[in-house]
C-alpha cells in the first residue's frame, strides 16, 4: 500500500518511478453516497431546469436577485460539504465536485456562488477550525443564513500571496485588523469572511507572517464595495471587502498565528475539484448544444454534423471532456481515499480542466458559426463565463511553476544530497555511498531503458496497453529531463520559466493521461473490450496527441528558440509596443 | 381529522432518456437508460404530501418491483413522506398483480385513502386503482385534477386539490374527463389516481434526502404475500414506432390531389 501522507502520483514520475497502485484501479464511490448524490442531482436538475431566461437576465444586469440565493438556502445547497453532524450533506471530494459539475451545466454565476461557498470561503473552518469554532458557524454556513467568502488578495497581493498588506495587531487578546481586499466572491453577500492578514510572529523576531482570521459582517469596521462589472459570471457577487480598525476576537484565529500562508495555500488545493467539476459541467453542456447545432443545421444541402471538419471538433471536445472528468474525478478520488499530498495532482486538474473548457466553449461558438456570436444563443457567454476559470484560485501560470518544481523537489533533493555528498568527500562514507548509489542505479535504469522496479503497468487489461506503454516511456524521459533541467540550471532553475513551463506541460498530459488510461482499463474490466469500444477509442486518440506533444516538449528542452523570444519580449517591453509596420 | 395515506411511486424509464427497442423485440435496451419515479405518481406524492399538511396524519409509500426501486421510495420520503414499503419483485408485472398486491398492503395498512398515478409512463395501462378500488369494494375517482390552474394563487399556496369533506368522511374530487371536468364526492376510504393537473410536485430538498436516509422502509418479498404473481398480460413484441416521414412541398392542388391518391392513397 502506498503511504498515503506523503505518496505522490506525479512526484514519483519525474523519479521515473510509475506508482500505479495509487491511480488504478479508477476510484469508485461507495454506493450509500451515490445514491444520495443521484438524488441529489435531480433535485438540482428540477430546481435550476426552464431559467434560462433568468440566468440570461441576470447576467444582462449583473446580479442574482435576493428571492434566489433565498431558494438556494432553502434548497440546502450551502451545506454540501459540511459534516452531517453539523446539519450538512457531508458530501466527500468526488460527490461535490460532481454536483457543482451539475449547477454549472445550467449557469456559471450559480454555480460559483455555491462553489466558492464551500471550496474556498469557509474551507479553512473544516480544515482547521477548533471544535468550538466549528460548532459555532458550521450550523448557520450548512443553512446559508451565513454565506462565506475567502478574502486573500489585494491591489498588490494578486498571484504573490505572502505579499498581502492587510495588518493584524494584536490589542489584549484582541486583534485590530487593517486592510481592503478586492475581487472578493460572494463579498456582496457574505456574512462569514475567512481574512488573511500580516501579524507581526513572535518566534521569529517580528517578522511578519500571516495569519487567516474569522471576520464576520456584524463586527463594527467592515465594510463591502459595489458589484464589479464584469466580462463573465455577471451575476456572481465580485466586491471589495474593507476592514476598518476592526476587533476581532482571539478566538476567531483560524490554523494558528503566522500560519496563514500554508493555510491559503491548503484551502485552494482542496478546493480545486469544484473549480474542476464545474469546468466539466460547463463542457458538459456545450457538447450537448453544439452536437444539436451541428445535426440541425443545414448548409450546402446537408446538416453540418456530416462535414469533417465539424466532426472534428465535435469528436475533440468529447475527448477533452472525458479527459478533464478524468484527471478531476481521479484527483477527488484520491483525496476522498485519504492521501494528502495532492497539491501537484489538483493543480494539475485545475489546469487541464479550465482551459479544455476554454478551447471546448471557443469551439461551440465557431459551429455555432454567427448565431455563436449573438446574445440570443448561449455560446458567447459560455465563453465570457469560463474565462475567469484560468486566472482566479491560482492563475494557469502559477501553478504551472508549481507543479514542476514541486515534482523536481524529489529529484533536486537526491542531486543536493548527491552534491553535499561528494563535496563532503568522505564525511560519512556508509550514508554518501548509499545515496550515490541509489541514485546512480537509478539513473542508469533510466538511461538504459532497463524495465525495472516500477518502470511499468503491472495490472492493466491488456486492451490499453498501447497507451500504457505512452505513459512507460514518457515517465522514463520526463525522470531523464527533470535530471537534466536540474543539472543543467541548478538552484536557478526556479527563474527558469521557460524550461519549467515545458516540464509543467509535459507532467499535465502525463498525469491527464494516466487518469485516462486508469478510467478506460477500468471500464474495460467493467464491460469487456468490445463494450468499451469508444472509451477506448477516447484513450487511443488522447494518448496518441499526449504522446507527440510530450515528445515535442521534451525535444524541446534543449532544441528551442528561448533566449530569442526573450531577446524579442524585452524589446517590446522597452519600446512599451510593437516597433513594426509595413509603411 | 388525520388521513392515513397510501401512495405508490413506480419505477419507470426516464422519458428525458432514449429509448431503443432490443432488435429481438423482447424489451427496451436498458443501458444508458435513466430511471426515476413516475411523474403522476410524484403528483400523488405531492397531493398526499398536502392533504397531510393540512389535516395532518402520515404518507405511506409504496413501490413494487426490484430492489432498485428504493430509489423512487427514497425520492418520496425526501419529498416528506413518512416511511415506505418495498414489495420486492424481479421479473414482469401487469396491472392485475400490482393491484392485487396493493391490496394486500391495504389489509396491512388500512389507509383512509390510496393514491396513485393514473398510469404509470412506461406501458401506460391505466388500470391499477380501478382494479383495486373493484378489489376492495371501495369508491373511487379516477383523473383527479382541479378547477384552477397551476398558475393560480391556490397553487403557489400548495393547496390540495382534492378537498377533505368538512365531517372528515368523504372527499370531494374534480375530475378530468374528455372535454371538461366533473366533479364527485367519494367517500373514504377511497382509490384516487391523479392526473397531470392536479398539482405541480414539490422537489426534494437537501436536508430532506438527508432526512429520508433516516426514515424506516418495510421490505416484503412479494411472493410471501399469497397473491398469484403470473401476470395476466402476455407482452409478445416491443417494436418502435414508425419513423416519420419528411414533408414536402407541392406546387398547387392538382399536384396535392395526385400525391393524396397516387402516394399516399389516403383519398
Ligand atoms: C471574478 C474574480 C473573482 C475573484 N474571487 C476572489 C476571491 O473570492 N478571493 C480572493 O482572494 N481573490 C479572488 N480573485 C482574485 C484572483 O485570485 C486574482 O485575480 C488572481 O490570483 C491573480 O492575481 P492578479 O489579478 O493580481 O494578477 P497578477 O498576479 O498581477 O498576475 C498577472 C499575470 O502575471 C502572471 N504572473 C504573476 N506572477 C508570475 C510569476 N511569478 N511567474 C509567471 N507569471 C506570473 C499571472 O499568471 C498573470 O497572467 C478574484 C478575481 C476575479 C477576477
Ligand atoms: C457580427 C456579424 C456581422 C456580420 N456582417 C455581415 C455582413 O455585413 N454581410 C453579410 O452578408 N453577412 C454578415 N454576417 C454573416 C456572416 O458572414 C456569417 O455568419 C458567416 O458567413 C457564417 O455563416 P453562418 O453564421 O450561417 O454559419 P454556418 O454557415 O451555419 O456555419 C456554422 C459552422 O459550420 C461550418 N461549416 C459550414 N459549412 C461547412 C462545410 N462545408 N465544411 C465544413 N464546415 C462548414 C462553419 O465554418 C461554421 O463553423 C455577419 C455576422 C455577424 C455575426
Redesign the pocket.
Given at each position: 500500500m502506498p503511504d498515503k501522507k506523503n505518496a505522490s502520483y506525479v512526484q514519483s514520475l519525474c523519479m521515473g518511478e510509475i506508482e500505479e497502485e495509487i491511480i488504478v484501479p479508477f476510484p469508485k464511490m461507495e454506493d450509500g453516497e451515490k445514491e444520495t448524490l443521484g438524488q441529489v442531482l435531480a433535485s438540482v436538475r428540477q430546481l435550476l431546469s426552464g431559467r434560462e431566461k433568468e440566468f440570461r437576465e441576470w447576467d444582462v444586469k449583473a446580479e442574482m436577485p435576493a428571492p434566489f440565493i433565498e431558494e438556494l438556502r432553502q434548497f440546502g445547497l450551502f451545506g454540501l460539504v459540511i459534516p452531517e453532524a453539523h446539519g450538512g450533506i457531508g458530501f466527500g471530494s468526488t460527490a461535490y465536485s460532481r454536483v457543482l459539475q451539475e449547477i454549472a451545466k445550467f449557469d456559471g454565476s450559480v454555480a460559483l456562488t455555491v462553489g466558492a461557498h464551500s471550496s474556498i470561503g469557509m474551507r479553512g473552518l473544516l480544515l482547521f477550525g477548533t471544535d468550538a469554532q466549528k460548532a459555532r458557524w458550521l450550523p448557520r454556513l450548512t443553512t446559508g443564513e451565513m454565506i462565506a467568502a475567502f478574502c486573500l488578495t489585494e491591489p498588490g497581493a494578486g498571484s504573490d500571496a505572502a505579499a498581502v498588506r492587510t495588518t493584524a495587531r494584536r490589542d489584549g487578546n484582541d486583534w485590530i485588523l487593517n486592510g481592503e481586499k478586492i475581487w472578493i466572491t460572494n463579498g456582496g453577500m457574505a456574512d462569514f469572511f475567512t481574512v488573511f492578514a500580516k501579524t507581526p510572529d513572535a518566534q521569529t523576531g517580528g517578522k511578519a507572517s500571516l495569519t487567516a482570521f474569522v471576520v464576520t459582517r456584524d463586527m463594527p469596521g467592515v465594510s463591502t464595495g459595489p458589484h464589479e462589472d464584469k466580462m463573465g459570471i455577471r451575476a456572481s457577487s465580485t466586491t471589495t471587502v474593507r476592514m476598518e480598525d476592526v476587533r476581532v476576537p482571539g478566538d476567531h484565529v483560524l490554523g494558528g498565528v503566522g500560519q496563514g500562508f500554508k493555510a491559503a495555500m491548503r484551502i485552494l488545493n482542496a478546493g480545486r475539484t469544484g473549480l474542476g467539476g464545474g469546468s466539466v459541467g460547463g463542457m458538459k453542456k456545450l457538447i450537448s448544444l453544439s452536437a444539436r447545432q451541428a445535426v440541425d443545421?443545414q448548409?450546402?444541402g446537408r446538416p453540418?454534423s456530416e462535414?469533417g471538419?465539424?466532426k472534428e471538433k465535435v469528436g475533440l471536445m468529447v475527448v477533452e471532456t472525458f479527459a478533464a472528468e478524468s484527471v478531476v474525478s481521479l484527483v477527488a478520488g484520491l483525496i476522498d481515499q485519504g492521501y494528502e499530498d495532492y497539491a501537484v495532482e489538483a493543480a494539475i486538474s485545475k489546469v487541464f480542466a479550465t482551459e479544455a473548457l476554454y478551447r471546448v466553449s471557443d469551439e461551440a461558438l465557431?459551429?455555432?458559426?454567427?448565431?455563436g456570436?449573438?446574445r440570443e444563443y448561449p455560446y458567447e457567454k459560455a465563453v465570457r463565463d469560463c474565462r475567469i476559470n484560468r486566472i482566479f484560485e491560482g492563475t494557469n501560470e502559477i501553478l504551472r511553476l508549481f507543479i514542476a518544481l514541486s515534482a523536481m523537489n524529489d529529484v533536486g533533493q537526491q542531486l543536493k544530497e548527491l552534491a553535499s555528498v561528494v563535496k563532503s568527500g568522505v564525511a560519512d562514507p556508509i550514508k554518501g555511498f548509499g545515496v550515490l548509489s541509489g541514485y546512480a542505479k537509478k539513473r542508469a535504469s533510466l538511461a538504459t531503458g532497463l524495465v525495472g522496479d516500477k518502470r511499468s503497468f503491472t495490472r492493466l487489461s491488456p486492451s490499453v496497453k498501447h497507451a500504457a506503454v505512452v505513459v512507460e516511456e514518457a515517465t522514463r524521459d520526463v525522470a531523464i529531463a527533470a535530471d537534466r533541467i536540474l543539472r543543467k540550471h541548478g538552484g536557478k532553475v526556479v527563474g527558469k520559466q521557460f524550461a519549467t513551463h515545458r516540464l509543467a506541460d509535459i507532467l499535465i498530459d502525463l498525469f491527464v493521461l494516466s487518469a485516462v488510461l486508469s478510467r478506460v482499463n477500468s471500464i474495460v474490466e467493467e464491460k469487456g473490450a468490445e463494450g468499451a469500444a469508444q472509451e477506448l477509442a477516447i484513450l487511443e486518440i488522447f494518448s496518441g496527441r499526449a504522446r507527440r506533444r510530450m515528445r515535442s516538449n521534451i525535444n524541446r528542452i534543449d532544441d528551442n528558440d528561448d533566449e530569442l523570444v526573450k531577446v524579442v519580449a524585452d524589446h517590446a517591453f522597452e519600446k512599451e509596443g510593437y516597433s513594426w509596420d509595413t509603411l | 381529522m388525520p388521513l392515513k395515506i397510501l401512495v405508490t411511486a413506480k419505477r419507470v424509464e426516464d422519458p428525458e432518456s432514449k429509448i431503443k427497442v432490443k432488435p429481438d423485440g423482447t424489451g427496451i435496451v436498458t443501458d444508458g437508460v435513466n430511471y426515476k419515479m413516475n411523474p403522476f405518481d410524484e403528483i400523488a406524492v405531492e397531493e398526499a404530501l398536502r392533504l397531510k399538511e393540512k389535516h395532518g396524519g402520515e404518507v405511506v409509500v409504496a413501490s413494487i418491483g426490484a430492489d432498485k426501486s428504493m430509489t423512487e421510495i427514497r425520492a418520496a420520503l425526501a419529498m416528506g413522506a413518512d416511511r415506505g414499503i418495498l414489495v420486492k419483485h424481479d421479473g414482469p408485472l401487469d396491472p392485475f398483480v400490482v393491484s392485487a398486491i396493493l391490496d394486500k398492503l391495504f389489509e396491512k395498512e388500512k389507509p383512509d385513502l390510496v393514491l396513485l398515478g393514473k398510469q404509470s409512463i412506461d406501458d401506460d395501462q391505466n388500470q391499477v386503482g380501478q382494479y383495486l378500488a373493484e378489489r376492495r369494494g371501495l369508491g373511487q375517482a379516477t383523473f383527479a385534477s382541479k378547477t384552477e390552474s397551476l398558475e393560480s394563487e391556490a397553487e403557489q399556496k400548495k393547496q390540495p386539490g382534492v378537498v377533505l369533506a368538512a365531517d372528515g368522511k368523504s372527499l370531494r374530487v374534480v375530475r378530468e374527463v374528455d372535454g371538461g371536468l366533473v366533479t364527485v364526492d367519494v367517500s373514504l376510504p377511497a382509490i384516487v389516481t391523479c392526473d397531470l393537473r392536479l398539482n405541480k410536485p414539490r422537489f426534494a430538498s437537501l436536508p430532506g434526502i438527508m432526512k429520508a436516509k433516516k426514515k424506516p422502509v418495510e421490505e416484503i418479498v412479494a411472493a410471501s404475500l399469497g397473491v398469484d404473481l403470473a401476470p395476466k398480460v402476455a407482452v409478445k413484441k416491443l417494436s418502435e414506432p414508425p419513423k416519420r416521414q419528411g414533408g414536402l412541398k407541392v406546387a398547387d392542388v392538382p399536384e396535392l390531389y395526385a400525391k393524396l391518391k397516387g402516394e399516399a392513397k389516403v383519398l
Open positions: 443545421r448548409q450546402f453540418i462535414f471538419m465539424i465557431q459551429i455555432a458559426g454567427g448565431n456570436f449573438m | -
